[in-house]
């Protein structure tokens, strides 16, 4: 599959226009081509689990949470002091400032078959009005899973990948400075079990459901492992004989997941991105005869104020009044006529001559396909 950029025509835009935020991004058709099973399947139940937590970064220089505002922060200090055998005098609480405190966030992904031991990355996340995590150190942080339980346990030096200066009212920053990534700063408490070894089958589930890759898929596993051995229950799920010791059945995957199985051809689908005007379709899109007028319209208002002055000898008052001058100007519109298309280059070709805007574009794919022209899904995100 190849990605192509179709560039907009300078003569037909004028550079203010064209050179902001508007990215296509093409597939053109290709011959089908030979995928792994891995690449287009996983078994069922191997999976990542989520993990989170809430722990205290320490060691900043001042830019921590505003106690004042943040009160978790410093009651999640005077709970850990408490833990550490420090009790603080009644009422002082309220009167600690914890300049190089923040409260944060901590998340992370364990992996499957993860053991006890074994460490993970994990992302802090500022929860406060902290200014910077740069140089802090989060504390001991229990990660807990959906169900309460503890299965990890995160410290270490958070890494952030930005850097902020401010001096006499003027600051200058690069990236973000509020969340961090701590490598290997979880190490794993528990592991999670799997039913990977369980029955003498197993399921392999779809990346995306097709049944024409279902299909393929079984095929490939009964050609090269024997006739029955997969079956396609439906679009998305492929039930397959597995040996039940578990050394035989690891290299049972292991052979199967390289398996070449050939790709079938998406669904037609046109994805837009309403907020940075990116248009994205795959080599599936076809369009039908249509006809586009596009233009631009201009609405000009004025108003003039009018001052009715009466005569010295009438008994009138002077009347302020406005006249108001409407003018509409419409610059010549383009009329374009596109026949049957069944390339995706001519489609967007077509739409390019238009000399459109990035919200003219999602206005006109949103109206060819209210007129049944767009052979394709269109998908606004």
Same mark, same amino acid.
């Given at each position: ?58 060691g900043l220089d001042g830019t921590g ?34 300049? %190089? ?34 140089? &802090? ?61 369980? &029955? ?21 596993? %009964? ?7 997969? /079956? ?14 578990? &050394? ?24 837009? %991105? ?7 379709? %795959? ?34 008052? /002077?009347?302020?009044?406005?006249? /108001? ?9 383009i009329l374009i006529k596109m026949p ?42």
């Amino acid at each position: 599959m190849k990605v192509v950029f179709a560039p907009p025509l300078a003569h037909r835009m004028a550079a203010s226009r064209w050179l902001g935020v508007m990215l296509v991004a093409l597939c053109t058709a290709l011959p089908a081509q030979a995928l792994r099973i891995k690449e287009v399947a996983a078994v069922q139940g191997v999976r990542t689990n989520q993990l989170t937590g809430y722990g205290l970064v320490v060691g900043l220089d001042g830019t921590g949470d505003q106690t004042t505002q943040m009160p978790y922060t410093t009651q999640a200090m005077q709970n850990y002091l408490q833990q550490m055998g420090i009790t603080l005098p009644a009422g002082s609480t309220g009167q600690l400032q914890l300049k %190089n405190v923040a409260a944060v966030i901590v998340t992370a992904q364990l992996p499957a078959f993860a053991q006890p031991g074994q460490t993970i990355d994990v992302n802090v996340s500022s929860m406060g009005n902290s200014k910077s995590l740069k140089g &802090g150190m989060l504390m001991v942080t229990p990660l807990r899973g959906a169900d309460g339980e503890i299965y990890a346990l995160a410290q270490g030096n958070v890494v952030i990948g930005g850097a902020g200066a401010a001096q006499g009212g003027s600051k200058v920053q690069i990236n973000h400075l509020s969340a961090g990534r701590i490598p290997q700063g979880a190490q794993v408490e528990r592991s999670v079990p799997t039913p990977l070894n369980e &029955g003498n089958t197993i399921t392999l589930g779809l990346n995306s459901s097709d049944f024409q890759t279902a299909r393929r898929v079984a095929q490939v596993i %009964n050609a090269r492992m024997g006739s029955g051995r997969a /079956t396609a229950l439906d679009g998305r799920t492929v039930q397959v004989q597995a040996p039940i010791d578990p &050394g035989a059945r690891v290299a049972f995957l292991a052979d199967l997941e390289d398996l070449p199985v050939e790709a079938s051809t998406p669904s037609a689908k046109v994805v837009i %991105n309403a907020r940075t005007g990116s248009i994205v379709m %795959n080599q599936a899109v076809t369009l039908g005869p249509c006809a586009i007028a596009h233009g631009n319209l201009s609405i000009s208002i004025s108003s003039t104020p009018v001052i009715s002055q009466p005569n010295a000898l009438s008994q009138g008052q /002077t009347v302020v009044t406005e006249k /108001t001058d409407i003018k509409i100007t419409q610059e010549p519109g383009i009329l374009i006529k596109m026949p049957d298309s069944p390339q995706l280059a001519d489609v967007v070709r077509s739409l390019n001559q238009l000399g459109a805007t990035p919200q003219d574009l999602l206005a006109i794919l949103q109206a060819i396909k209210a007129a049944g022209a767009l052979n394709a899904e269109l998908e606004v995100i």
